[in-house]
């Protein structure tokens, strides 16, 4: 009897599922109640307390993906329309890697942002970057996105001092 030679991507087409952690990088995740229905690996934001599909940018994060223990019974479908049900505790990416859903197609080295349906699309130039893609992928796919803790900036801030304004601040003889 020959012994058949594996084909690695025999069930494969190269792409992780959305919500996947996508690379061996340390990753932040917090764990939040769902506020709502929130697909795997789409954006999220805090809206009284709990997490909520983000309908644009910035965010808090991404949710991660279910991890399914017994799955016997679930057929395809099942599992391509599954997502976090409201009240149930999910994980949300941070800082790190991911791969995520994009609605447009988007190349690798290109600034991400968030459409409305919480989905990642290139960033234009008057839009706010939440990451940047790692890998290209057509519209529908999987992306890896790279995206960091953002903090939110004040919507106004003061010039800081230039540094003779403060020589003549401290300085008596300028008084």
Not at 52 to 81: C, S
Not at 124 to 131: E, H, K, M
């Given at each position: 009897m020959k012994g058949i030679i594996p084909d690695g991507k025999l069930y494969m087409d190269g792409q992780l599922g959305a919500g996947t952690v996508a690379t061996l990088e340390d990753s932040?995740?917090?764990?939040?109640?769902?506020?709502?229905?929130?697909?795997?690996?789409?954006a999220v934001t805090i809206k009284d307390?709990?997490?909520?599909?983000?309908?644009?940018?910035?965010?808090?994060?991404?949710?991660?993906?279910?991890?399914?223990?017994?799955?016997?019974?679930?057929?395809?479908?099942?599992?391509?329309?599954?997502?976090?049900?409201?009240g149930e505790v999910l994980g949300v990416l941070r800082?790190?890697?991911?791969?995520?859903?994009?609605?447009?197609?988007?190349?690798?080295?290109?600034?991400?942002?968030?459409?409305?349906?919480?989905?990642?699309k290139p960033a234009?130039?008057?839009?706010?970057?939440?990451?940047v893609f790692l890998s290209s992928a057509n519209a529908g796919e999987t992306a890896q996105l790279q995206t960091r803790v953002?903090?939110?900036?004040?919507?106004?801030?003061?010039?800081?001092?230039?540094?003779a304004s403060q020589l003549d601040k401290n300085n008596p003889a300028s008084k």
């Open positions: 932040s995740v917090n764990t939040l109640t769902a506020g709502g229905p929130i697909g795997f690996g789409t307390g709990k997490a909520v599909q983000a309908a644009g940018a910035p965010i808090y994060g991404v949710a991660l993906k279910r991890t399914y223990m017994n799955a016997d019974h679930f057929y395809q479908e099942d599992i391509d329309n599954d997502k976090w049900g409201e800082d790190g890697t991911i791969a995520v859903p994009v609605s447009a197609d988007a190349d690798a080295q290109e600034n991400a942002t968030v459409d409305a349906n919480g989905q990642f234009g130039a008057s839009d706010t970057v939440v990451g953002q903090l939110a900036q004040p919507t106004s801030q003061a010039a800081p001092p230039t540094q």
